[in-house]
């Protein structure tokens, strides 16, 4: 199947820093990537879904401003958390979707945590 | 209101038994897709089934395979002579919406845990 690289695989960082999660597409173009967030022993919540060359679409209740999303090529969305806080600790998941939709493939995600 | 319902946080199965684990859905989109999901303590997502809504055989992929009741928008995962590796956790998601307005939402999950 085809491969989505997402990086880095953990990262801990203080508060009040931002962080850049990077989710790319290894062997395909994906047009459309959707990020997750997934709490301990809880499902995938989506984010927000990134379009290549638009602006991403977010879920109700995500702040825009401070999950920032950028999908500026076929291959690479990125997702940046501004001004981290403790409680934006979690897990993040991306998603590429294949051209047909018939395949969703996932990184391997990151696991954020903010002292 | 949910989009996925998966009503069976835990299961407990017998090694070599099969399984079924519930998923269903709710939609007003003509044209959507449905997806079945392990994932290991590990977190990484795998993929096992997909079903589209306009396909007219239930999906099979080896051991997996999908009960698509298109009425009753349900779409169960049935996994045949259960292993020991097969215990995860169990997503069943939705893609629905038009190119370049997708969505791709998932249900809460079922705990699956195969006994020796």
Redesign the interface.
């Known amino acids: 199947g085809a491969v989505v690289s997402q990086h880095p695989s953990w990262v801990i960082c203080k508060s009040g820093t931002s962080v850049k999660i990077e989710c790319r597409s290894l062997d395909f173009q994906a047009t459309t990537m959707f990020w997750y967030r997934q709490f301990p022993k809880q499902s995938l919540m989506l984010m927000a879904t990134s379009n290549e060359g638009s602006k991403a679409t977010y879920e109700q209740g995500v702040e825009k401003d401070k999950f920032l999303i950028n999908h500026a090529s076929l291959t690479l969305s990125t997702l940046t958390v501004t001004s981290a806080h403790p409680e934006d600790s979690s897990f993040y998941i991306c998603s590429a979707l294949g051209a047909l939709g018939t395949e969703a493939f996932f990184g391997q995600g990151t696991r954020l945590t903010v002292v | 209101a949910q989009k996925i319902t998966q009503t069976q946080p835990g299961m407990f199965v017998q090694e070599k038994e099969a399984v079924t684990l519930d998923c269903t859905y709710d939609t007003s989109d003509p044209s959507y ?1 449905l ?1 079945w ?1 392990k994932q290991p303590s590990s ?3 795998i ?1 096992l089934i ?1 079903q ?1 809504s306009y396909d007219q055989q239930n999906a099979t992929e080896g051991r997996y395979s999908l009960n698509f009741q298109k009425a009753r928008k349900s779409a169960n995962l049935v996994i045949s002579a259960s292993q020991l590796g097969d215990s995860a956790m169990y ?1 069943c ?1 939705m ?1 629905e919406g038009n ?11 079922t705990r699956l845990t195969i006994i020796p």
């Open positions: 897709g997806f999901y977190g990484e997502m993929f997909y589209g997503f998601a893609r190119f370049g307005n997708e969505k791709l939402t998932f249900g809460t999950g």
